[in-house]
C-alpha cells in the first residue's frame, strides 16, 4: 500500500533536491541520519485520498517547480512552510481527529469505486483502521505542525 510520509525540516535545508537527503528500504520506512519518531510519521495513500479535499485549502510550496500551490503534491514533495499555514494543517488534522473520536473501532471508511472488470460491476472499497493508531498518527501529525510553527521549521511532505 502506498504510503506519505510527513516530515519536520528546517526551511534553510528545503530545496529541489531535499529528497536527496532521505532514502526508503523494502517496507517503504523513511530514513535520515537524525530523523527520530518524534519528527516524521507515515499515513495510507487511500486516507490521506478520504481527507484529500480538506488538505487543499493549505498554502504550500513545490520544490521542484518552485511555485506556490495549494494542497499536497500526491506523487511529488510539498512543503508546508508558512506559520498561517503550519497552523491552518494543525487545526485542520485535529478536527479529522475530533471527528475519528466517535466513530466505532475499527473505522471504516468508504474509499475509491473499483470495477469488477469481466462484469463490469462496480463496488467502493472499504478502508479499515484500527481507531487507536489512526488518531495517534493524526496527533503525532498534529503535533508536528505545531512544532514547526512555533520553531520556525516547516513540514516536508513526501507523496506516493
Known sequence: MPKHHFVIENKAEVNEYIHTSYSWDSQDLIHKSGLTPENH??????????????????????????????????YGITVIEEQNALLKFQQLIRVWIDLFSHATDPIVLTGNYSNDGEDQKGYYEKLVYNKVELINELHKLANMAKYAEVNGKCIVHFGI
Open 41 to 74: 510519521t507515515t499515513l495510507e495513500d487511500e486516507f490521506i485520498a478520504y481527507i484529500y479535499d480538506s488538505l487543499q485549502w493549505l498554502d504550500t510550496w513545490n520544490p521542484y517547480t518552485c511555485t506556490r500551490c495549494s494542497g499536497l503534491n500526491n
